[in-house]
Every structure is written in C-alpha cells, then in structure tokens.
C-alpha cells in the first residue's frame, strides 16, 4: 500500500488548506486511518482519524473545531480541511492506515508552513 500526501503550502495565520491522501496498491472499505504531524525537533502526534466505513473521526484536542477529516471511497482518497491555521500548526503532516496489529503504516508527507 503506498500513501501520498499532498496540498501542503504556505499559507498565513488564519487561513485555510485542504490536504488530501491518495492510496494506492489497495482498495479500503473498511478499516481506520489517520492523519499525524511532525513539527520540526518534537516528535510525530496523532492529528485526525476516520473510519472508512461510516465515516465516523476524531481529533487531537488542539485542532478540534479547526480540522476536519474526510474520505471518498470512490477515490480512495482522504481529507484533511484544516481552518483558522496556526502557527503552531507548521508541520509536516502524513497520512496513515492501521494495520490490523494497531500499528500506524504511513507513507510520504507533505510540508505545511503557516506564518503569523
């Protein structure tokens, strides 16, 4: 399974971006994925999950009301709608697939830069 992240950017303080997560090499239907973020010299923290199935998510406390996860089935692709950005939000941020062990399998990130 291959994950690609992707919509990274520059943007200011209190704007918006959308990032999206192609996956490639599998069909999901069911299962949980997720979003995470390493801001640079702190470690890697989980951001959003959602289910496949039913579409229900979850959200680290810092960006709830602010980020909103999302799928297409379609498409086998995720989103992350990420409003009233901070500062503190500047990362980079990968998507990632549970594996059935509960491990996180994720793939290649994308950089997300936000200036005050």
């Known amino acids: 399974v291959q994950l690609q992240a992707s919509g990274g950017g520059l943007v200011q303080a209190g704007g918006s971006l959308r990032l999206s997560c192609a996956a490639s090499g599998r069909t999901f239907s069911s299962g949980i994925m997720g979003w995470f973020r390493q801001a640079p010299g702190k470690e890697r923290e989980f951001v959003a999950s959602?289910?496949?199935?039913?579409?229900?998510?979850g959200y680290t406390e810092s960006v709830e009301g602010r980020f909103t996860a999302s799928r297409d089935n379609a498409k086998n692709t995720l989103y992350l709608q990420m409003n009233s950005l901070k500062p503190e939000d500047t990362a980079v941020y990968y998507c990632?697939?549970?594996?059935?062990?509960?491990?996180?399998?994720r793939g290649q990130g994308t950089l997300v830069t936000v200036s005050s």
């Open positions: 990632a697939f549970r594996t059935t062990t509960g491990s996180w399998e």
């Open positions: 959602i289910r496949w199935s039913g579409g229900s998510t």
